[in-house]
């Protein structure tokens, strides 16, 4: 089984930043990509940014050039740095997680969610 712990969320004023963190725990072989989604009251959950094993990313057209999405192989965690934060980006964060285990199972994961909240 595997786990996945996310941090850093909080309240902050628009044009503010802040770090989600995600740690992915457990019988872990490999994880392949790495997500952080969002879903704001009323709406969709969506995705934000994903990071593949090998660094190449991708972004919602929402957060170009606001947010960056990294990740430590080694600690088996992503980040997501939200800079220039808007009302809008309102939502609970959550992260996902691709992996194969080591029994060589290969399932999805996600974490339990992290509320981010800006205030105008």
């Known amino acids: 089984q595997v786990q996945l712990v996310e941090s850093g969320g909080g309240l902050v004023q628009a044009g503010g930043s802040l770090r989600l963190s995600c740690a992915a725990s457990g019988s872990i072989f490999r994880i392949n990509t790495m997500a952080w989604h969002r879903q704001a009251p009323g709406k969709q959950r969506e995705l934000v940014a994903a990071?593949?094993?090998?660094?190449?990313?991708n972004y919602a057209d929402s957060v170009k050039g606001r947010f960056t999405i990294s990740r430590d192989n080694a600690k088996n965690t992503v980040y997501l740095q939200m800079n220039s934060l808007k009302p809008e980006d309102t939502a609970v964060y959550y992260c996902?997680?691709?992996?194969?285990?080591?029994?060589?199972?290969?399932?999805?994961?996600w974490g339990q969610g992290t509320q981010v909240s800006v205030s105008s």
């Open positions: 990071i593949t094993s090998g660094g190449s990313t």
């Open positions: 996902n997680a691709d992996v194969r285990s080591n029994d060589f199972r290969r399932d999805d994961y």
